[in-house]
């Protein structure tokens, strides 16, 4: 399993991507960003490590991981920017801090799609773990074939002044859906291919999310199988 961490956004580069977007905010306002940022990233090293231990605790006791690798993520500032025009908010970092949930992510890619679940149940039996919101996309899957399962909690994070409950994102999928997910991101957001076919290839991988869906549960049916016939 791979934790993939992200260094923390310095000071000088968090004030040259967030001035563009306020009138000279002040140092203050910059500092409580840089806070902010910290913070977040605490609460998800805190999630993370929840979750290795987890896994950990699986692989002595039931000779499974059903953690495949994790990665974690900040989202940047000007993400931050954005999501606060779409949510019709003004741009300060209190709205960030009341409004914004996902500041800090987690992405926990699993090996099958049981494990998406059995993951989400043992996070959540932890007295200091607290579930925000919840979308299940695998269930009911997104119009373009998009699945996987989204969920905020809230978890102390102790500091010198005190513990502070942050808000982390978690994704939580399966490795099929984790592969299909990043190369509808390439296609919608990261070329500049031709609307036509972006959207004939959009349209190829609506039916492959469907067919990945099958083989995945096909493929958990096998492994399951595999178990009882083992014990």
Known sequence: MILERRNLMNFKKIGDHFKPALDAPDVAELQKLAQLYQLSQAGANEIGTKL???DAEFQVNHDHNPIHHMEERMKD???LV???ARKNLALSIDNVQDHIFDVAGIRVVTNYIADVYLIEKLLLKQ???????RKDYIKTPKPSGYR???IVVAVPVFQAQGSQAVNVEIQIRTVGMDMWASLEHKLRYKTDMDAKLVEQYGNDLQGYANELAQIETKMQ?????LNDFAK
């Open 77 to 79: 500032v000007q993400s």
């Open 52 to 54: 290795e231990n987890l």
């Open 148 to 150: 996987s399962l989204h």
């Open 127 to 133: 007295t200091d773990v607290t579930l925000i919101r």
């Open 82 to 84: 954005q999501k606060l």
């Open 221 to 225: 049916h096998i492994y399951q199988q």
